[in-house]
């Protein structure tokens, strides 16, 4: 019979995951995190040091395919295939100490459940500043403003974060406001800022060395409103405007984030 261990993984490229460990199947460390090739784990922690809740066969498993395991601050080691496993092991806990005691604000170890970006797009409200609150790791929720050449911009949004303790994390995006602007040179009242939804897809980019802290790049693809292309079509037959310009179909952001 196997348990769930609540155990801190961290990978060879130096990515530390907070999560529950399942099974191993196929050379495969099946957690609620998502799925780890055995190859790709350096170390794992597990931290529950109740004999109840330690399976000897998943540490067996884990110590054959060479990965450091240590129950408690207690470091396994590999036994001789002649020995057999022992139903449980009795442990001394070390007092905890801040560098053992896992924060209740992350969300896995190294990423916190909030964020703060600056960057340019559509969801930073143009040039601006984006909240980003992690309801779970897997999706995002945020808000944004910012200057979006006619004015004040601003966004609010869902993301979905596939594979979220991988290094590099595809993205989905979609949020509604602010997502076409009018602008005319000498000629401000025809200036305006539109609102509708926007649907993107994107990836985040952790900092290797600080993988609280990430890079995220998106496209993003607007549904412009029709009040928009109203104006920009009055605009176009204006004699007394020049260069109007369609706009394109999609558009780009780029921002960095800041974990707290």
């Not at 109203?230 to 800041?258: E, M, W």
């Amino acid at each position: 019979m196997s348990y769930s261990q609540d155990a801190t993984i961290i990978l060879r490229d130096s990515l530390k995951v907070r999560t529950e460990m399942n099974s191993i199947l196929d050379d495969q460390l099946k957690t609620k995190a998502g799925t780890f090739g055995l190859s790709e784990i350096y170390s794992v922690r597990i931290h529950s040091d109740e004999s109840k809740n330690q399976d000897t066969t998943l540490v067996d498993q884990l110590l054959n395919a060479g990965v450091i395991v240590y129950l408690g601050d207690v470091k396994q080691m590999k036994r001789p295939a002649s020995e057999k496993p022992l139903a449980a092991r009795e442990q001394k806990q070390l007092p905890a100490t801040a560098n053992t005691q896992t924060s209740a604000k992350t969300a896995n170890d190294g990423e916190a459940k909030a964020s703060f970006g600056i960057g340019i797009g559509q969801d930073y409200g143009g040039i601006g500043a984006r909240f980003t609150y992690l309801a779970n790791p897997h999706l995002g929720i945020y808000g944004s403003g910012g200057y979006a050449l006619a004015g004040f911009g601003y966004n609010i949004g869902a993301m979905l974060r596939m594979q979220p303790a991988k290094k590099v994390v595809p993205t989905l995006n979609l949020m509604y406001g602010y997502n076409a602007v009018i602008v005319v040179q000498g000629a401000s009242q025809f200036n305006e800022v539109y609102y509708g939804p926007t649907f993107g897809f994107g990836f985040i980019s952790k900092n290797r060395n600080d993988p609280a802290n990430y890079w995220h790049f998106e496209l993003l693809f607007p549904f412009r409103s029709s009040e928009f292309d109203d104006d920009l079509n009055a605009l176009k037959k204006n004699p007394a405007v020049q260069g109007i310009q369609d706009p394109l179909p999609l558009t780009f952001s780029i921002g960095y984030h800041f974990s707290f």
